[in-house]
């Protein structure tokens, strides 16, 4: 059999690219340098299942549930009304799995507008009517995150919803204060349940925000894997005894019964305990290095303009003030300079570095930039194609920016093109809702131009990638503030998640006759 995916990955592995990416762990640098020699090496004698000696997941009692009680002291020393759940299928299933136990078919459910699709999703399976807390989000399309009066306005004004939940820190690295929120939450009997996907680093440093752990949240959700060294899917649940009692307990473990695989794996929960391992014995001083590191990394940039993130491990640069778009360039920085950013959007780059990162390769990356500045790029007449040295020996068909390439998989970078600055604003208001999302996924859909779709019931997710906020979800009414952006979004090439219309010239809406 061609393996093509063992093949491409060992490409990528060989080529030894410098990593602004997650998994947290950037290709093992950090375990495989210390110790564990024998994991890599064996890697399949650590993949195991339910047998005499080893444990059950769905109902730990032995080394399981050490484990998980051991990697809560390291994690989180001063939270001891807190239980560590380990997940072997990303915060994706401890979201679901907390949101299904806390709610009743139909209950009424207060969510930020950015919240991830697992969230949506829950919304979908339990029938929930979702009130949404607008996002606020930077012209550069970095996601501020959500003002605390906003969620406090939305309590009180459903005072019968059953769960609240937060996304804290955004994807971009970005906090608001929850203490408020959760207060009034709970003030009101309602659960409250933090996406802190992106945040399992912060008690790494004082530099951080503190996790809602700290501040009396229901449950808490992390991915390990994102920000610290572990495998992918690697995530963890903590959920507050305080507020939990016994009997909830068991409802949320019949819930990741329904969510979760019933078949855990062993390689992701070892690579757990070698992380927390990790964090324990070197993960202050890695972080204190890594934070310098950044310091002055950031300091020498000089022709770059860097969006202040409340995490400063997430470093977001503007390029499309300087003439290149953000996918351009971060296509420029893998194919030239071997450096792969986390994501891009049309306005720059962002950058994810974990505790895995060294000084070299903020080195490599300025080095890059540098580059790019000296190599005059920025100052590129918008009518003319900069021949750059050839490197890459294509010139099929043009991309949406500047750079030529043949297509997403080859690295076939021709010539470079000034791209246009474009303002592009997310739509402010969040629709109207006609039907619920259960409802309007059950509907039958029909497929419409979407010039003709206004005021008609959308019955997809229109969701612009990045930044991953859904614009409208099936149910909402559309606008045209709503077609407008899709229009516009055609244009510059943005991906857009959830439009079966790969064009995005036809829109599903449900069908009302
Ligand atoms: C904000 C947020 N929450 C949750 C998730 C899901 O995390 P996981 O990949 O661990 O399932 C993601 C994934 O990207 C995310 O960005």
Same mark, same amino acid.
């Given at each position: 059999?061609n393996?093509?995916?063992?093949?491409?990955?060992?490409?990528?592995?060989?080529?030894?690219?410098?990593?602004?990416?997650?998994?947290?762990?950037?290709?093992?640098?950090?375990?495989?340098?210390i110790?564990?020699?024998?994991?890599?090496?064996?890697?399949?004698?650590?993949?195991?299942?339910?047998?005499?000696?080893?444990?059950?997941?769905?109902?730990?009692?032995?080394?399981?549930?050490?484990?998980?009680?051991?990697?809560?002291?390291?994690?989180?020393?001063?939270?001891?009304?807190?239980?560590?759940?380990?997940?072997?299928?990303?915060?994706?299933?401890?979201?679901?799995?907390?949101?299904?136990?806390?709610?009743?078919?139909?209950?009424?459910?207060?969510?930020?507008?950015?919240?991830?699709?697992?969230?949506?999703?829950?919304?979908?399976?339990?029938?929930?009517?979702?009130?949404?807390?607008?996002?606020?989000?930077?012209?550069?399309?970095?996601?501020?995150?959500?003002?605390e009066?906003?969620?406090?306005?939305?309590?009180?004004?459903?005072?019968?919803?059953?769960?609240?939940?937060?996304?804290?820190?955004?994807?971009?690295?970005?906090?608001?204060?929850?203490?408020?929120?959760?207060?009034?939450?709970?003030?009101?009997?309602?659960?409250?349940?933090?996406?802190?996907?992106?945040?399992?680093h912060?008690?790494?440093?004082?530099?951080?925000?503190?996790?809602?752990?700290?501040?009396?949240?229901?449950?808490?959700?992390?991915?390990?894997?994102k920000?610290?060294?572990?495998?992918?899917?690697?995530?963890?649940?903590?959920?507050n005894?305080?507020?939990?009692?016994?009997?909830?307990m068991?409802?949320?473990?019949?819930?990741?019964n329904?969510?979760?695989?019933?078949?855990?794996?062993?390689?992701?929960?070892?690579?757990?305990?070698?992380?927390?391992?990790?964090?324990?014995?070197?993960? *202050?001083?890695?972080?204190? $290095? @890594?934070l310098?590191?950044?310091? &002055?990394?950031? #300091?020498?940039?000089?022709?770059?303009?860097? =969006?202040?993130?409340?995490?400063?491990?997430?470093?977001?640069?503007?390029?499309?003030?300087?003439?290149?778009?953000?996918?351009?360039?971060?296509?420029?920085?893998?194919?030239?300079?071997?450096?792969?950013?986390?994501?891009?959007?049309?306005s720059?780059?962002l950058?994810?570095?974990?505790?895995?990162?060294?000084?070299?390769?903020?080195?490599?990356?300025?080095?890059?930039?540098?580059?790019?500045?000296?190599?005059n790029?920025?100052?590129?007449?918008?009518?003319?194609?900069?021949?750059?040295?050839?490197?890459?020996?294509?010139?099929?068909k043009?991309?949406?920016?500047?750079?030529?390439?043949?297509s997403?998989?080859?690295?076939?970078?021709?010539?470079?093109? *000034?791209?246009?600055k474009? $303002? @592009?604003?997310?739509?402010?208001? &969040?629709?109207? #809702?006609?039907?619920?999302?259960?409802?309007? =996924?059950?509907?039958?859909?029909?497929?419409?131009?979407?010039?003709?779709?206004?005021?008609?019931?959308?019955?997809?997710?229109?969701?612009?990638?990045?930044?991953?906020?859904?614009?409208?979800?099936?149910?909402?009414?559309?606008?045209?503030?709503?077609?407008?952006?899709?229009?516009?979004?055609?244009?510059?090439?943005?991906?857009?998640?959830?439009?079966?219309?790969?064009?995005?010239?036809?829109?599903?809406?449900?069908?009302?006759?």
């Amino acid at each position: 059999m061609n393996k093509t995916i063992y093949d491409a990955v060992k490409k990528i592995r060989q080529e030894n690219i410098v990593s602004f990416h997650m998994p947290g762990h950037k290709y093992g640098r950090l375990p495989r340098k210390i110790e564990y020699q024998e994991f890599f090496s064996d890697i399949y004698e650590f993949d195991t299942t339910e047998i005499y000696g080893t444990d059950n997941l769905h109902n730990p009692k032995s080394i399981i549930k050490q484990s998980q009680i051991n990697s809560r002291k390291v994690l989180f020393p001063e939270s001891d009304n807190y239980d560590l759940i380990y997940l072997v299928n990303g915060s994706t299933c401890g979201i679901e799995s907390s949101i299904f136990c806390s709610v009743k078919k139909g209950d009424k459910i207060i969510l930020n507008r950015g919240c991830h699709q697992s969230v949506y999703n829950s919304c979908l399976v339990s029938d929930l009517k979702p009130i949404f807390v607008g996002e606020n989000i930077s012209k550069e399309g970095v996601f501020i995150g959500v003002e605390e009066r906003e969620y406090i306005e939305a309590i009180e004004n459903n005072k019968d919803a059953s769960v609240v939940i937060i996304t804290r820190p955004t994807y971009y690295g970005m906090v608001f204060d929850v203490e408020n929120i959760i207060a009034k939450a709970h003030e009101y009997g309602m659960r409250v349940i933090v996406d802190e996907a992106h945040g399992a680093h912060f008690n790494l440093h004082d530099i951080f925000p503190k996790s809602s752990v700290y501040f009396g949240a229901d449950f808490v959700i992390q991915s390990l894997h994102k920000t610290l060294p572990c495998f992918t899917q690697a995530s963890v649940l903590l959920v507050n005894r305080d507020r939990i009692n016994r009997s909830e307990m068991g409802k949320l473990s019949s819930s990741l019964n329904i969510f979760e695989s019933s078949s855990p794996s062993y390689l992701l929960m070892s690579s757990i305990e070698i992380c927390v391992e990790q964090t324990e014995k070197f993960g *202050k001083k890695l972080m204190e $290095d @890594l934070l310098n590191n950044i310091y &002055i990394f950031k #300091r020498k940039v000089k022709n770059y303009k860097i =969006f202040e993130t409340s995490d400063p491990t997430k470093i977001f640069i503007n390029t499309i003030d300087k003439g290149i778009n953000g996918h351009d360039f971060a296509k420029l920085l893998r194919y030239k300079y071997n450096i792969q950013v986390e994501m891009s959007n049309y306005s720059g780059i962002l950058m994810l570095c974990s505790i895995c990162n060294v000084k070299k390769d903020f080195d490599l990356l300025y080095d890059a930039m540098n580059d790019i500045v000296e190599k005059n790029m920025f100052t590129l007449n918008s009518d003319d194609n900069y021949e750059y040295d050839g490197f890459f020996g294509y010139d099929e068909k043009v991309n949406y920016g500047g750079v030529e390439d043949k297509s997403v998989s080859d690295d076939g970078i021709k010539s470079l093109k *000034k791209s246009k600055k474009i $303002d @592009l604003d997310f739509p402010s208001v &969040i629709p109207d #809702r006609r039907l619920s999302p259960r409802d309007a =996924f059950d509907a039958t859909k029909v497929s419409i131009d979407i010039e003709k779709s206004v005021g008609k019931v959308c019955g997809e997710f229109i969701i612009p990638y990045p930044p991953g906020v859904c614009i409208i979800a099936p149910g909402e009414i559309i606008s045209e503030e709503i077609i407008d952006f899709i229009v516009k979004a055609r244009e510059i090439n943005m991906e857009i998640n959830g439009m079966l219309s790969s064009d995005f010239s036809k829109i599903q809406i449900v069908d009302c006759d």
